[in-house]
């Protein structure tokens, strides 16, 4: 059984801080890696995609990626308030599977 | 906005009916997959169709069914509903085998 694993929270941080979201998957010859935001009541927004070990970076949001390890993570920078949301880590490799998300509370 | 369009956004069956759920993708996209993701829970996967061909699926029952016509609509059909059916139905595009772009959903109610 191929798995997506997260913690599912919540992880609470003040704002401004850095909020650190981990995610590690099982079958190791996935290629590509998401993250998606959502809200609650609202569909999945999707925030990065990696493909290739190391950091990508974009605005407040950088993905990492350690294929050996296989680990996946989201750090996010400046947290705002408006950043609360679940978090979903996507693996795909045929298909593509999510983890059960991790609830992040940005308090002010 | 992702482009990717649902409907209906509500609905509520009782437990043996059938339901149709449809999704228009964004302009562009081949691809289109559907999840069903119960409250609390990631995504799971369904099905993909690809070009009106289906190229993947999860595992799901076969009264989940699927349809992709030619301008890349799709359509997710489940027969003989069971309550354990009750859930947010995603539709996604995508232009490829990568990012995928989802709809709002339907939230599925049965009773």
């Known amino acids: 059984q191929k798995e997506v694993e997260q913690n599912s929270g919540p992880l609470s941080v003040p704002e401004g801080a850095i909020a650190s979201l981990n995610c590690t998957y099982s079958?190791?010859?996935?290629?590509?890696f998401f993250w998606y935001r959502q809200y609650s009541g609202k569909s999945p927004e999707l925030i990065m995609s990696?493909?290739?070990?190391g950091d990508k970076e974009d605005g407040r949001f950088t993905a990492q990626l350690n294929k050996a390890s296989q680990y996946v993570s989201l750090l996010i920078r400046d947290s705002q308030p408006s950043d609360s949301a679940t978090y979903l880590c996507?693996?795909?490799?045929?298909?593509?599977?999510f983890g059960a998300g991790t609830r992040l509370t940005v308090k002010p | 906005e992702t482009g990717v369009t649902q409907s209906p956004t509500h609905l509520i069956k009782t437990r043996g009916q059938q339901v149709t759920l449809r999704c228009s993708s964004q302009?562009?996209?081949?691809?289109v997959s559907w999840y069903q993701q119960a409250l609390g829970q990631g995504p799971q996967f369904i099905f993909q169709?690809?070009?009106?061909?289906?190229?993947g699926r999860g595992n799901f029952p076969p009264r989940f069914s699927g349809l992709q016509f030619p301008n890349y609509s799709s359509e997710l059909n489940v027969n003989a509903l069971e309550l354990d059916d009750s859930a947010l139905y995603l539709c996604?595009?995508?232009?490829?085998?990568?990012?995928?772009?989802f709809g709002p959903g339907t939230r599925l109610t049965v009773t």
């Open positions: 996604a595009s995508s232009p490829g085998q990568n990012e995928q772009y």
């Open positions: 079958d190791r010859v996935s290629q590509s």
């Open positions: 990696i493909y290739s070990n």
């Open positions: 996507a693996v795909r490799d045929n298909d593509m599977r």
């Open positions: 302009s562009g996209h081949n691809t």
């Open positions: 169709y690809y070009r009106e061909e289906e190229n």
